[in-house]
């Protein structure tokens, strides 16, 4: 199986930033697309960033040009910049990943347990 592992988050005052990190473990021969979506109170969950597996990238409005994801396909880990962060950034932040574990297998979906962003003063 495939474990997605966030780390990162934490509280962080308005305007400060922070680095979100996913590592994949687990069998793992190849990884798509990978992408970051975050749930607020209440709310449906989002999608903020999405790379796929040729370094692709889009964002939502709400966060382009304060948010970067980058990928390391060696390390099988991707990472999410926050900048300029906002109150309303505050959210349980996820990853979620395709990933084939062998040649012959298709590309299955995983979701990470969630990190919490808080952004407050």
């Known amino acids: 199986q495939v474990q997605l592992l966030e780390s990162g988050g934490g509280l962080v005052q308005p305007g400060g930033s922070l680095r979100l990190s996913c590592a994949a473990s687990?069998?793992?021969?190849?990884?798509?697309?990978v992408a970051w979506y975050r749930q607020a109170p209440g709310k449906e969950r989002e999608l903020v960033a999405r790379?796929?597996?040729?370094?692709?990238?889009n964002y939502p409005d709400s966060v382009k040009g304060r948010f970067t994801i980058s990928r390391d396909n060696g390390m099988n880990t991707v990472s999410l910049q926050m900048n300029s962060l906002k109150a309303e950034d505050t959210a349980i932040y996820y990853c979620?990943?395709?990933?084939?574990?062998?040649?012959?297998?298709?590309?299955?979906?995983?979701w990470g347990q969630g990190t919490q962003v808080t952004v407050s003063s």
């Open positions: 979620n990943a395709d990933v084939r574990s062998s040649l012959r297998d298709p590309y299955h979906n995983y």
């Open positions: 687990g069998r793992i021969w190849s990884i798509s697309a």
């Open positions: 790379i796929n597996s040729g370094g692709g990238t």
